[in-house]
């Protein structure tokens, strides 16, 4: 198993909710997106991020092809991207 973990700074965090939603939207679209889970940030310490997304592939290769996958890019980065201050992410075999 593979997992991929991104965490979202918004640039406005009214936007916070349509983030969510443009995340959860790939559930079920992407075939080797095993899972996906959208959580948003509760404590607000001043090192934190507003969303958190975690999903979970198959392989590493799996991810990469989720990575370039036109409905990743073309449904969600494109509208999720403008959105951002910043991003991290963490990648790891199980």
């Known amino acids: ?14 936007n916070i909710q349509r983030g ?7 559930d079920g679209k992407i075939p080797f997106l095993r899972e996906i889970k959208v ?5 607000h310490s001043e090192r934190s991020y507003d969303i958190a997304l975690i999903t979970k592939f198959d392989s590493r290769e799996d991810m990469d092809k989720y990575q370039v996958h036109p409905v990743h890019v073309n449904d969600v980065v494109k ?3 403008p959105m951002l201050e910043s991003s991290v992410s963490v990648d790891f075999e199980e």
């Open 1 to 14: 198993m593979f997992t991929h973990i991104v965490f979202f700074k918004l640039k406005d965090k009214a």
């Open 20 to 26: 969510k939603e443009l995340l959860l939207s790939l």
């Open 39 to 43: 959580g948003e940030d509760v404590v």
């Open 79 to 81: 509208y999720l991207k």
